[in-house]
């Protein structure tokens, strides 16, 4: 079991101002997790680590005792595989880079996340802070679901993160209007049928989400305090609002597919207005 001195937050930057905005937010974490923060950072050719820390501003209080690790070759496939060691706790980058067209995920970033099993924790430069700052801990997330097992399953790593984070998590069930609920597989659990009207079967719906989603899938804690709340409207919208009327730390995100275009909607949505980081989990396969 790798020790808590060994355990590592990496955050990977480009060197542009975007990339350099998840820094702050990488160092809190790694305090909240009692992890060594490092920042990866990969070059097209070799280069003295004296002269790289120059290059990214890595020399101003807060910033200068941070470890570099300098990598050279394709950014993404040189992410993933510092991002398998073992002592890699967590993953922490920018949506997108400098000159990135996409809105949501940019290539390197997508890529990423296709490709490591480990939790990423990305945010879009505009929620980031300048590299000196403090970013605020992470002591709340909203942890969308939509009632399937597979799904619930999923979210695991988060929740252990949670954990770990001292983190309180809410979870948001959201109905379509004029939608039938979407059951995925046995044992999944739709949204009660009177989502205006919660004393009609609100009470046993929740503890049903709760033990047999939350508890046997998930993970949680049987004693765990977790809010449940239901809403009305389009998925990807619904989450945005709801996260930033209630200023949530973070928002867990599963990922469901291999996010070709015209796939995944719900996290592109949610990825391209999210008012805070997001931390993203799912299998590789």
């Not at 980031?128 to 399937?148: C, F």
């Not at 659990?189 to 009470?203: F, K, L």
Request: hydrophobic residues 40%; charged residues 20%; contains cysteine.
């Amino acid at each position: 079991m790798t020790s808590s001195r060994q355990a590592t937050v990496l955050v990977a930057v480009d060197g542009s101002p975007q990339s350099m905005r998840a820094l702050p937010l990488a160092r809190t974490v790694a305090a909240q997790l009692h992890c060594v923060p490092h920042i990866l950072h990969v070059v097209v050719a070799p280069m003295a680590i004296e002269t790289a820390r120059a290059k990214l501003g890595l020399v101003s209080p807060g910033l200068g005792e941070m470890t570099l690790r300098l990598r050279v070759g394709d950014p993404a496939d040189c992410i993933l595989e510092e991002a398998t060691g073992p002592d890699i706790q967590l993953l922490v980058m920018t949506t997108v880079a400098a000159g990135d067209p996409d809105r949501d995920l940019g290539s390197v970033a997508m890529r990423v996340a296709l490709g490591t099993p480990r939790p990423i924790l990305c945010l879009r430069p505009e929620v980031g802070m300048e590299p000196s700052a403090t970013a605020p801990p992470v002591d709340r997330l909203l942890l969308p679901l939509e009632g399937s097992r597979s799904t619930a399953s999923a979210v695991r790593p988060a929740t252990s993160l949670a954990r770990r984070l001292g983190a309180s998590v809410d979870v948001l069930c959201i109905v379509q209007p004029g939608s039938a609920p979407a059951v995925e597989q046995r044992g999944s659990i739709a949204a009660p049928r009177y989502v205006d009207q919660p004393q009609h079967e609100w009470s046993t719906w929740a503890n049903e989400l709760k033990e047999r989603l939350l508890v046997e899938c998930a993970g949680f804690s049987p004693g765990a305090d977790i809010g449940v709340h239901v809403q009305q409207g389009e998925p990807g919208k619904e989450i945005v609002r709801f996260a930033r009327q209630g200023r949530y730390d973070s928002i867990v995100l599963v990922r469901r597919s291999r996010l070709e275009p015209g796939r995944a909607a719900i996290l592109r949505s949610v990825i391209q207005q999210s008012p805070c980081p997001l931390l993203i989990v799912g299998s590789t396969e």
